[in-house]
């Protein structure tokens, strides 16, 4: 019992893990949502970036994010004159923000694998009560999400400029985050309203995924009581 209810915790997390990877890459890889949130915290009006203009920056951040780009040298129209938006240590920034997200995708991507792993290995050892606990593992992680995000959308609420702080000290011990403002292009096209934003989608869309893997388990648990009852 106890190796089981360890397994359980495991995959807990394990399926946490890849709920939040997963909607962080979502959003990273979705272009709409960067030129809305644009929009929404008014980056043409201050930078002076016509919004055509900051779709194709959209574009280009994503594939260096989440693509096959290697640089940000990017120049856009800035009031009608041709600039490079980024300073040498913004693209120093910028390229340890890409190895970030970089380990982000490479823990979804063995997160995933170590379910398949597991799930694989406790088929060969429950058999047809693989599935019960299919659902038990299913039904931990997405409580363990739903506490993490509750924990997380409240700081986020009392203190988001001071987490946001702390996400950057820890991300990047270097120090290479700091930058001017009312002259830095990147904070200007990202300021901090666009990350408040974007991580209270990101928390939407993985409580939205926990709240589908609870109906999930829910007719899986569901259905085994019914093949359960039929027998007797």
Not at 92 to 111: A, C, E, G, I, P
Not at 150 to 164: K, T
Request: proline share 2%; glycine share 6%; net charge positive.
């Amino acid at each position: 019992m106890k190796f089981w209810f360890s397994i359980r915790l495991l995959m807990a997390v394990v399926l946490f893990t890849l709920i939040i990877t997963t909607s962080v890459r979502f959003v990273a890889g979705n272009t709409i949502i960067y030129e809305f949130l644009f929009a929404r915290n008014g980056v043409s009006e201050l930078t002076g970036i016509q919004p055509s203009d900051l779709s194709v920056i959209a574009q280009q951040v994503k594939e260096y994010l989440v693509g096959d780009r290697t640089d940000l040298n990017i120049k856009a129209l800035v009031y009608g004159e041709t600039l490079h938006l980024f300073t040498a240590a913004e693209l120093s920034h910028m390229y340890d923000v890409r190895h970030l997200f970089s380990l982000t995708f490479q823990t979804q991507l063995y997160s995933f694998f170590l379910l398949l792993a597991v799930f694989a290995l406790s088929l060969l050892r429950l058999k047809k009560r693989v599935l019960l606990e299919l659902a038990l593992w299913i039904q931990s992680g997405a409580l363990l999400c739903f506490s993490s995000i509750a924990a997380v959308g409240i700081a986020s609420l009392v203190a988001f400029p001071q987490l946001f702080e702390l996400f950057h000290m820890v991300g990047f011990p270097q120090g290479n985050y700091k930058f001017n403002s009312n002259t830095s292009f990147l904070v200007q096209i990202f300021p901090l309203g666009f990350w408040k934003e974007i991580t209270i989608l990101i928390g939407l869309i993985s409580v939205l995924s926990s709240m589908i893997g609870l109906l999930v388990a829910f007719y899986i648990k569901r259905q085994l009581r019914g093949i359960k009852m039929c027998r007797y």
